[in-house]
């Protein structure tokens, strides 16, 4: 069996896994009434998405960590298919897939329902991971280089490293995280972006990190057959601060750092539009740019269905990730 083989068949087990236990997690968040609160300032078609099962991203962080990890096992008996490389970037989609539930459960029960937990907490607990996975990634696995396109030997970045590879890590997550708005977008973008993560990975020879990548994919294509419109559950921000985080840590570890921002365009933009909203707002006094962030709320406002946002959203992300790729191949 070729090595391209191995690689999709894992994909497709990824998928299969999890859409076979889809519908029972469905049945267990409904009995366990863990229904998203709907921002009561955010377009109106929304509304109708109360109390939507929330919570989903464990439906791809759970297969994802059992085929990981029994492939992993199964190299105990000489069969080497997915390798020690995994390791980190499951530790890290389980550190921040934890938090992201912790916020979820907090704005669903008790004195912080609706609002989940606090901002400046969340963020700071990100902070302390992100520098945690740095140090690792840097003096575990021995990497602190990033490639430049057309140059033929990989650039030490030395001591700036560490607050790159955390802004990177912290700033993806939120970034996944603010796009998670609409049925289908994170999960349909995030599963793009690892497909060309994957491609690049092996591109460089890294063929578990590329596996890997290509695992989560299939597993975000299951949990896509629940969540595109009208989505059955969302994937919270137990999903999109996990897919944000392990986004960044396969870019850190492929060392193809500079092509994130484009292989990860929508989530970027969104993010980008975040912030140029908040500080557009403060330093006019009231005034915007756009009708709604984050962006894709501002489409939804023009009158694009949530259907068109979410496709024309995923063209322009398939393109991002065709020419991230293309410009990891100079």
């Not at 970037?89 to 609706?114: E, H, N, S």
């Not at 995030?190 to 890294?206: E, H, K, L, R, W």
């Amino acid at each position: 069996m070729t090595s391209a083989s191995i690689t999709l068949s894992l994909s497709i087990l990824g998928f299969m896994m999890t859409v076979i236990w889809g519908k029972p997690l469905i049945r267990l968040l409904n009995s366990l009434h863990l229904g998203k609160n709907i921002r009561i300032d955010g377009p109106e078609s929304h509304m109708l998405k109360e109390n939507t099962p929330t919570m989903g991203g464990v439906m791809f962080i759970i297969p994802t960590l059992l085929i990981t990890g029994m492939l992993n096992a199964v190299s105990l008996f000489g069969v080497n298919i997915i390798g020690q490389s995994f390791v980190l970037p499951m530790i890290t989609m389980v550190f921040y897939g934890l938090l992201g539930a912790v916020d979820d459960f907090q704005g669903l029960r008790g004195k912080r329902k609706r609002l989940g937990m606090r901002a400046s907490t969340k963020f700071l607990l990100q902070v302390v991971f992100a520098i945690a996975i740095a140090f690792l990634l840097k003096y575990v696995l021995k990497i602190s280089y990033c490639h430049w396109p057309n140059y033929p030997h990989p650039i030490d970045l030395g001591i700036f490293y560490i607050p790159i590879a955390v802004f990177l890590i912290v700033g993806m997550s939120n970034a996944v995280n603010l796009t998670d708005g609409l049925d289908g977008l994170a999960g349909l973008i995030s599963a793009t972006a690892f497909v060309g993560y994957g491609v690049i990975a092996i591109m460089v020879g890294q063929i578990f990190i590329g596996r890997f990548c290509f695992i989560l994919a299939g597993s975000l294509f299951g949990f896509l057959w629940f969540n595109v419109h009208p989505a059955e559950l969302f994937m919270g921000d137990t999903g999109s601060l996990a897919l944000g985080a392990t986004l960044a840590v396969v870019a850190l570890i492929t060392g193809h750092l500079l092509v994130l921002p484009i292989i990860a365009i929508i989530p970027t933009s969104e993010a980008l539009s975040d912030i140029i909203q908040v500080l557009y707002f403060k330093s006019t006094g009231g005034k915007r740019i756009f009708r709604m962030a984050p962006i894709h709320h501002h489409f939804e406002m023009k009158g694009w269905s949530e259907t068109q946002v979410v496709q024309r959203f995923w063209l322009v992300g398939l393109l991002g990730v065709m020419l991230g790729i293309s410009i990891a191949m100079i």
